[in-house]
T-cell receptor, first 117, second 109 residues
Framework: GAVVSQHPSRVICKSGTSVKIECRSL??????MFWYRQFPKKSLMLMAT?????????EQGVEKDKFLINHASLTLSTLTVTSAHPEDSSFYIC?????????????FGPGTRLTVL | DAKTTQPTSMDCAEGRAANLPCNHS???????VYWYRQIHSQGPQYIIH???NNETNEMASLIITEDRKSSTLILPHATLRDTAVYYC??????????FGAGTRLFVKA
């Protein structure tokens, strides 16, 4: 149980295009989902937290108009990188918390590697 | 959330126990100690968590000192597949989780 999927696993796009990344909780309802980005040899950096049906809360320094997050249902959150540029190239990882569990461990997706040319 | 301090890297021989320490001297009473690991180019994986008592599951054991200011994650029989970055996090399980730099564990044959 507690499986989180991400799609796509890898994407290469041209500068100026928008890219959508999906994060799904496959066997539980994710009351809260998180989006992280990770640069090579660095730790995960939290970008934003989203709760189903409400606006995402962005961390300081993360542009909400650049990184659009939609948590439309209890099993799906999407991150759209708008007008992507080479500096947006990174490893994007989502995670989810199961609101039915007694404890609040996070379950992570496998990540999406974005390369902007 | 309390700040945690971990060694940057550690080595372990295959088949031996890997003991990964974590200091969390400012941990508050309602913060749990969570451990995650991240194998190269994959998403992190939850390992174990605890509050006061030592915990064991199929992956690892967690030893928390009585004053809760430090803990040790134990992988009883490390394999090459346990090579990863291990993150120790003190977390109330509330709004968000902040990852530190973690410990890069190298398991050597």
């Amino acid at each position: 149980g507690a499986v989180v999927s991400q799609h796509p696993s890898r994407v290469i796009c041209k500068s100026g295009t928008s890219v959508k990344i999906e994060c799904r909780s496959l066997d539980f309802q994710a009351t809260t989902m998180f989006w992280y980005r990770q640069f090579p040899k660095k730790s995960l950096m939290l970008m934003a937290t989203s709760n189903e049906g409400s606006k995402a809360t962005y961390e300081q320094g993360v542009e909400k108009d650049k990184f659009l997050i939609n948590h439309a249902s209890l099993t799906l959150s999407t991150l759209t990188v708008t007008s992507a540029h080479p500096e947006d190239s990174s490893f994007y990882i989502c995670s989810a918390r199961d609101g039915q569990r007694e404890f609040n461990e996070q379950f992570f997706g496998p990540g999406t590697r974005l390369t902007v040319l | 959330d309390a700040k945690t301090t971990q060694p940057t890297s550690m080595d372990c021989a295959e088949g031996r126990a890997a003991n990964l320490p974590c200091n969390h001297s400012t941990i508050s009473g309602n913060e749990y100690v969570y451990w995650y690991r991240q194998i190269h180019s994959q998403g992190p994986q939850y390992i174990i968590h605890g509050l006061k008592n030592n915990e064991t599951n199929e992956m690892a054991s967690l030893i928390i000192t009585e004053d809760r200011k430090s803990s040790t994650l134990i992988l009883p029989h490390a394999t090459l597949r346990d090579t990863a970055v291990y993150y120790c996090i003190a977390d109330t399980g509330g709004f968000k989780t902040i990852f530190g730099a973690g410990t890069r564990l190298f398991v050597k044959a």
